[in-house]
């Protein structure tokens, strides 16, 4: 199913949701199509390879009912890039900083809720919250939180598409909150 849409998996930066995602199947193959690609493209740096599997990481979310199924995703991608790739080719070398980052991003990421309501499961439900993040200024990273329920409210405005190559109005979602840009090694510290 991924060879459909396989140049997009093979972008570092191509955003992927999985609303059912379980323990990962999906999400851990894209996962290593992404790593693949930055190790190819970046494994001479470490600071090249860590920049952009950090932007890998952070392109990839899901949402599941089951906590521990959410739990157990979070594990099995943070494992794919601290095992398979981050201590495989930097042993001695790799930065806990790093680790620190993708454990973040992956614990905002992979998402205890239910897609069908939008909410998220457990005591105090509320609104599904994602956060965008974007690379700018080389080591720098971006983060903007939406709502899952806010980034689909495109569906009911009918009259308004999400691209234009005219020039007409299109719907663009807005933030609920948007923080300063943090060094890519510093995100677990940062929010």
């Known amino acids: 199913m991924l060879d459909l849409v396989k140049q997009e998996t093979e972008r570092i930066e ?3 949701l999985e609303p059912a995602c379980g323990t990962g199947n999906f999400l851990s193959e894209i996962l290593r199509r992404k ?3 930055v190790k190819k493209r970046y494994s001479k740096s470490q600071f090249e390879f860590e920049r952009n599997a950090v932007i890998a990481v952070s392109s990839i979310y ?3 009912i089951l906590e521990d199924n959410v739990k157990e995703c979070r594990q099995r991608l943070a494992t ?3 095992d398979e790739y981050y201590k495989a080719l930097y042993a001695k070398a790799c930065k806990p900083a790093c680790i620190k980052s993708i454990f973040y991003i992956l614990s ?3 998402v205890w809720g239910d ?3 939008l909410m998220t499961v457990g005591e105090h439900p509320s609104y599904i919250v994602f956060a965008e ?3 700018i200024n080389g080591s720098l990273i971006k983060r903007r939180d939406f709502t899952f329920h806010g980034l689909l409210q495109h569906e ?3 009259d308004l598409p999400l691209f234009s190559d005219m020039g007409d109005d299109v719907f663009i979602p807005h933030p609920e909150k948007e923080y300063p840009p943090s060094h890519f090694l510093e995100l677990a510290d940062a929010y």
């Open 133 to 135: 993040w974007s690379p």
């Open 80 to 82: 794919i890039f601290i």
């Open 115 to 117: 897609a069908l309501s």
């Open 35 to 37: 790593l693949e690609v």
């Open 14 to 16: 191509s955003r992927f």
């Open 156 to 158: 009911s405005l009918k």
């Open 108 to 110: 905002c990421n992979i």
């Open 62 to 64: 899901g949402i599941d």
